[in-house]
């Protein structure tokens, strides 16, 4: 049964400071799709949980209308405002069987916005239904050293027997020059501090390059040697998966160009675990490019494909 997981960051949530939820650029993003997704990881839910979640209901009912099939949204946490991750899926092929409540002080930290699905069509006796796990993460955008430490409590799903497909706004690049790279002399202080690290390298100026460690910390160290991973917590990125089938294709950014940034970064991920890997179609991944000069979001979508067994 092959389902479609997506990750968007959408900017702000749609939210209009206090003035209500513009969900028109969510309906845009997701419009060109040739099949719904089962699964939404979601960044940016903003201000969602308020006046009674209205906007995890508004964003669920914009996706449900332009896709025409139902979703449901689950509400994420984040510590550093009210701009939470949310996963939305599928309720016509997805029975959610976990999910943390948000308000729930008893909850790790490493367990929080991780969900437990169960494929409601893999078979028609519940106990022996298809399950994995899906989280969704929105790292810090401006500390290497914090998107380290939430890496590390994403870690441990890399080896889960469970299958398990995470994603969203990392906010990191991971190491390898065949991921886009930045031109660093033409980025401005925020973009070199926020996304990069100053190596000394010999010379009075030093040198700038992309800060990885996050992401390497999940899915290893490039090799350029061996042209291959090194390391890591057993994670894979489906972009990379998909670059290996096809070298010759370049691998996009996915996020839209910005005054000062000196070039759009891959800080948008896909990654399954090793449980997860022999069920995703490499050849599926695609960053959807915006039509025109009128962006929905500052960042792209991103989907690709699993293709998950059925249970007699």
């Given at each position: 049964m092959i389902l479609k997981v997506a990750t968007f960051n959408y900017q702000s949530g749609g939210n209009r400071s206090g003035h209500g939820f513009d969900m028109k650029g969510l309906q845009e993003a997701f419009a060109l799709l040739d099949r719904?997704?089962?699964?939404?990881?979601?960044?940016?839910?903003?201000?969602?949980?308020?006046?009674?979640?209205?906007?995890?209901?508004?964003?669920?009912?914009?996706?449900?209308?332009?896709?025409?099939?139902?979703?449901?949204?689950?509400?994420?946490?984040?510590?550093?405002?009210?701009?939470?991750?949310?996963?939305?899926?599928?309720?016509?092929?997805?029975?959610v069987r976990g999910w943390p409540c948000p308000s729930d002080p008893d909850v790790f930290d490493d367990q929080r916005n991780v969900a437990r699905f169960a494929v409601t069509a893999s078979s028609v006796m519940?106990?022996?239904?298809?399950?994995?796990?899906?989280?969704?993460?929105?790292?810090?955008p401006r500390s290497g050293q914090i998107r380290r430490q939430e890496a590390g409590l994403l870690d441990r799903y890399g080896t889960d027997p469970l299958p398990v497909i995470g994603g969203g706004d990392l906010n990191s690049s991971a190491s390898g020059d065949h991921l886009p790279q930045r031109d660093w002399h033409a980025a401005d202080w925020h973009a070199k501090t926020h996304k990069g690290r100053w190596t000394d390298d010999g010379t009075p100026e030093g040198r700038w390059v992309p800060d990885t460690d996050a992401v390497d910390h999940l899915i290893g160290r490039w090799d350029p040697?061996?042209?291959?991973?090194?390391?890591?917590?057993?994670?894979?990125?489906?972009?990379?998966?998909?670059?290996?089938?096809?070298?010759?294709?370049?691998?996009?950014?996915?996020?839209?160009?910005?005054?000062?940034?000196?070039?759009?970064?891959?800080?948008?991920?896909?990654?399954?675990?090793?449980?997860?890997?022999?069920?995703?179609?490499?050849?599926?991944?695609?960053?959807?490019?915006?039509?025109?000069?009128?962006?929905?979001?500052?960042?792209?979508?991103?989907?690709?494909?699993?293709?998950?067994?059925?249970?007699?």
């Open positions: 719904a997704p089962a699964v939404v990881l979601y960044c940016e839910a903003k201000g969602y949980r308020g006046q009674g979640q209205r906007g995890l209901f508004a964003a669920a009912e914009a996706l449900s209308d332009v896709l025409r099939v139902p979703y449901i949204g689950l509400p994420g946490t984040l510590d550093r405002g009210p701009i939470p991750p949310a996963i939305f899926y599928r309720a016509d092929l997805l029975t519940p106990d022996v239904r298809f399950e994995f796990l899906a989280w969704v993460a929105h790292f810090d040697a061996r042209q291959r991973r090194v390391g890591g917590s057993g994670y894979h990125a489906v972009a990379e998966l998909a670059w290996r089938e096809h070298p010759e294709q370049q691998l996009l950014p996915t996020v839209n160009p910005k005054p000062g940034e000196g070039g759009g970064l891959l800080i948008d991920y896909l990654l399954a675990n090793e449980a997860m890997r022999p069920y995703v179609i490499p050849a599926s991944y695609k960053v959807h490019l915006p039509e025109g000069d009128r962006w929905p979001s500052d960042h792209r979508l991103v989907t690709a494909d699993i293709d998950l067994p059925t249970v007699a």
